[in-house]
C-alpha cells in the first residue's frame, strides 16, 4: 500500500474521532471493554433476534444436511434443487436458559415446503410463515435443523428468518418483553417488526455496561482473505455464518450496534484489504457512527501467532520488501510499517 495513501486513509479514520459533539455514551465512565463472538450457530449470545443470520450457509452444510445438485443464487439461496434437498443447521447445542421460551415465527418469500429437524418442531403452518418449538435433546441442549424440500425454481424459496417470541416496547430496545400487556401501546412483535429490530433485546441489556466493544470476531477476521470492497459481508446475504475465513457480519450492522449501545467500536481490517477497501470502510463509518463515539483501528489479528495465515501474509510481504533476513522480523516490520 502507497504510504501516501496509508497516511490520507488513517487521517480520514482518525478524523472520525475528533469530529465529536458534546454528548456522551451512557457508558461513559465504564472501565471495561469486550469482544464479540464469532458470527456461528453455537454462538450462545444470540445477538439477532433472527436465528437464522448465523446459520451455517446451505452450500456449506454438504454433505450433511444440502444433497444433490443444488444450484444457489448470488446470495446462498438454492434457486434450483434439481431433485436434491437444500438444508441447513441454525442453531448448535445452545443452553435452553439463552433462548426466550414461546413459539419462534419463521417467515420466507417463494413457493415451496420447509422442514425442520433436531430441536425444532412445527407447530402451525401458514402462508409462507411456519411457527415452531425448540425442544431440547437428549443432552439437554438446542440444535435444530431446517430443509427445504421442495421449492418452485421460478419462485422459489429465500429470506428465511426465524424469528424469536416475543417483542420489545417501541421506546426500549433493550428490555425483551413476552406480549402487549407489558407495554403502554407501543408493543412491536419481533415477527412483525423484524425489519427494523435488528438486535436481540437481551444481548443489548448484557453489553450496555461496556464502554468498548472490539468486533474483531463478529466480523470474521481470522484467516480471512478478503481483499475487495465488493466481496464483503453484505445485508443482502442468505447467512452470515459458516466456515472460518468465510463468516462474517456486515459493517452496518456493527455500526448499528455501536450506536445502538453508544459503545465505542474497535474495528479490525482484513490482511489483504486493499486501498479502495479502507477508503469505502473510513467513509461508511465517517458518514454512520454518531460523531460523539471513539473509533479504535486495528489492522488484522494477533498477527504476530504462526497459526494464522495472517501472520505467513506479514512474512511474506516483510521478505518481498527487504524488510529483514530473518522472515519472522520481517513480519512484525511490515506489521509496523
Given amino acids: 500500500m502507497n504510504n501516501k495513501i496509508i497516511r490520507s486513509t488513517l487521517g480520514c479514520l482518525l478524523a472520525i474521532t475528533l469530529n465529536t459533539s458534546i454528548a456522551a455514551p451512557v457508558n461513559h465512565g465504564s472501565p471495561l471493554g469486550i469482544n464479540t463472538n464469532e458470527a456461528l450457530e453455537n454462538n450462545t449470545s444470540l445477538p439477532f433476534v433472527d436465528l437464522f443470520r448465523l446459520a451455517m450457509p446451505f452450500e456449506e452444510a454438504r454433505p450433511w444436511f444440502t444433497k444433490g445438485n443444488v444450484r444457489f443464487d448470488r446470495n446462498g439461496w438454492p434457486m434450483n434443487l434439481n431433485g436434491g434437498k437444500a438444508g441447513t443447521r441454525f442453531l448448535t447445542q445452545i ?144 447467512t452470515w455464518g459458516g466456515s472460518e475465513g468465510v463468516r462474517g457480519v456486515p459493517l452496518e450492522i456493527m455500526v448499528k450496534l455501536a450506536n445502538t449501545l453508544n459503545i465505542d467500536p474497535w474495528f479490525s481490517l482484513p490482511h489483504k484489504a486493499d486501498n479502495e477497501f479502507i477508503k469505502r470502510y473510513a467513509q461508511y463509518v465517517r458518514r454512520h457512527l454518531k460523531p460523539h463515539l471513539k473509533v479504535y483501528v486495528e489492522y488484522s489479528n494477533e498477527t504476530w501467532n504462526g497459526v494464522f495465515s495472517q501472520t505467513h501474509h506479514m512474512q511474506r510481504m516483510g521478505e518481498r520488501l527487504g524488510l529483514d533476513a530473518n522472515k519472522i522480523f520481517a513480519g512484525f516490520k511490515f506489521y509496523s510499517k
Fill in 95 to 238: 443452553d435452553p436458559r439463552a433462548l426466550p421460551k414461546g413459539l419462534y415465527t419463521v417467515r420466507y418469500d417463494g413457493d415451496g415446503e420447509i422442514r425442520y429437524g433436531a430441536s425444532a418442531k412445527l407447530v402451525k403452518r401458514l402462508p409462507g410463515m411456519d411457527l415452531i418449538s425448540l425442544q431440547p435433546m437428549s443432552d439437554k441442549k438446542i440444535t435444530a435443523t431446517m430443509f427445504i424440500d421442495k421449492s418452485n425454481p421460478r419462485n422459489y424459496i429465500k429470506n428465511i428468518r426465524i424469528l424469536m417470541p416475543g417483542g420489545i416496547c417501541a421506546n426500549e430496545p433493550k428490555r425483551r418483553v413476552s406480549n402487549a400487556r407489558h407495554c403502554r401501546g407501543n408493543y412491536q412483535a419481533f415477527s412483525d417488526h423484524y425489519k427494523h429490530i435488528t438486535f436481540n433485546p437481551d444481548y443489548l441489556h448484557f453489553m450496555k455496561d461496556f464502554k468498548v466493544l472490539r468486533f474483531m470476531n463478529m466480523a470474521g477476521i481470522t484467516r480471512n482473505n478478503l481483499q475487495n470492497w465488493v466481496h464483503r459481508p453484505n445485508l443482502q446475504e442468505a
